[in-house]
């Protein structure tokens, strides 16, 4: 089966600095690739995502980049700031299969 | 859009007893759900996906005995954890599929301690 693994665990930036977590997958059948935020306590949040079908997507602040050939996608988010700290988490599905699984997650702490 | 619920938002109760979870979509009509549990500072773990008018299939590793799932309509879900012990303890997280064949989306959660 699938297995997403996430880098780092933890990522400490400055205000104002990029952010890069890291995410590869196992499964080249694998084609959607989300991206959730979850702050303490709360639920996890879509922030973005992309399709096998597409190598790059940005939204504002945020864009994510898929390698299929190396298995592997990245989330970059630029300017941070301190409400972007939470836990990043990256997900693999197939179409019609459903199910995502989850990478490990990557708590980001931006300071002022 | 694309709104879930989930109720109750916490949950204590003595070990022995059942305790069930609902799981809603409010603005659409989820024909999949997903029921995960979440530890401390932990990834998402699948327990099982929940379609509408069939049986629940469940991840390896979790009691279906344990872990009764209802989809009854497609708007909702259940989850019941049949006497409930200590380590059932922990933070349960529905999602529902919505329009896109894979687009998922979460409630708030529901925290459970078994005491």
Same mark, same amino acid.
């Given at each position: 089966g699938e297995n997403v693994e996430q880098h780092p665990s933890t990522l400490s930036v400055q205000e104002g600095d990029s952010a890069v977590i890291k995410c590869t997958y196992s499964d080249s059948a694998s084609n959607y690739f989300p991206w959730y935020k979850q702050e303490l306590g709360?639920?996890?949040?879509? #922030? #973005?995502? #992309?399709?096998?079908?597409?190598?790059?997507?940005?939204? %504002?602040? #945020?864009?994510? !980049?898929?390698?299929? +050939?190396?298995?592997?996608? @990245?989330?970059?988010?630029?300017?941070?700031?301190?409400?972007?700290?939470?836990?990043?988490f990256c997900a693999a599905s197939q179409t019609g299969f459903q199910k995502l699984v989850f990478g490990t997650g990557t708590r980001l702490l931006v300071s002022p | 859009g694309a709104v879930v619920s989930q109720h109750p938002s916490r949950v204590i109760c003595k070990?022995? +007893? *059942?305790?069930?979870?609902?799981?809603? @979509?409010?603005?659409? %009509?989820?024909? !999949?759900?997903?029921?995960?549990?979440q530890f401390p500072k932990k990834s998402l773990m699948l327990m099982a996906t929940s379609n509408e008018g069939s049986k629940a299939t469940y991840e390896q590793g979790v009691e279906k005995d344990k872990f009764l799932i209802n989809h009854a309509s497609l708007t909702l879900s259940t989850? +019941?954890? +049949?006497?409930?012990?200590?380590?059932? @303890? *922990?933070?349960?997280?529905?999602?529902?599929?919505?329009?896109a064949p894979e687009t998922q989306y979460f409630g708030p959660g529901t925290r459970l301690l078994v005491l």
């Open positions: 709360k639920r996890p949040q879509l #922030i #973005i995502d #992309i399709r096998s079908n597409v190598g790059e997507k940005k939204d %504002q602040r #945020i864009a994510v !980049t898929l390698n299929k +050939t190396a298995k592997h996608f @990245s989330l970059h988010i630029t300017e941070t700031q301190p409400e972007d700290s939470a836990v990043y | 070990s022995g +007893t *059942s305790v069930k979870i609902e799981c809603r @979509s409010l603005d659409f %009509q989820a024909t !999949t759900m997903f029921w995960y549990r989850l +019941t954890v +049949t006497s409930a012990h200590p380590e059932d @303890s *922990s933070f349960y997280i529905c999602s529902a599929r919505s329009g």
